[in-house]
């Protein structure tokens, strides 16, 4: 997927215990596991793995104090949000903002790669926590 394209980058599952999540995923499933990421900015541990032209990301919070624990508290494990590939964030979020969406995020957030991102509010998108995704040049 080039970067000019809309579409699926990620699904992304809250999970209590990556190692258990993973011998499901990887060993039962089948898919294969790219890589497993420390992102200190979010206090979280990823597993990537592959499908498609997109990835299903597990993700273990790393400290209590994070959304994503949180919403593990609230919840339990399952899918947490979907995240959606675009060619220009900040165009896309002037066009949601110009539409009173709410946003979680009011500026992209910059990952050590260079990708952008930036989160819209499940209220806003009928109950699903929407990530916006632009990767790197």
């Known amino acids: ?7 699926l980058n ?3 599952i809250a999970v209590t215990d990556m190692d258990a999540a993973l011998v499901f995923y990887r060993d039962v499933l089948g ?7 420390e992102v200190e900015a979010e206090k979280s541990k990823v597993a990537f793995l592959p499908l498609g032209n ?3 990301e597990l993700v273990q919070p790393t400290a209590n104090d994070t959304g994503v624990a949180k919403w593990l ?6 899918m ?13 979020m002037a066009r ?7 946003l979680i995020n009011f500026e992209p957030r910059q990952k050590t790669d260079g990708t952008l991102y930036a989160f819209i509010h499940p209220r806003s998108a009928f109950g699903v ?6 990767k790197a040049e």
Do not use: C, F, W
């Open 96 to 102: 949601l903002k110009s539409h009173e969406v709410e």
């Open 80 to 92: 947490h949000h979907i995240a959606i590939q675009v060619p220009d964030i900040v165009a896309v």
């Open 54 to 56: 997109s990835e299903i």
């Open 73 to 78: 508290t609230k919840h339990g494990p399952g």
């Open 1 to 7: 997927m080039d970067n000019q394209t809309i579409g």
């Open 31 to 37: 898919l294969h596991l790219d890589r497993i990421e």
């Open 129 to 134: 926590l929407i990530e916006l995704y632009q």
């Open 10 to 12: 990620h699904i992304a």
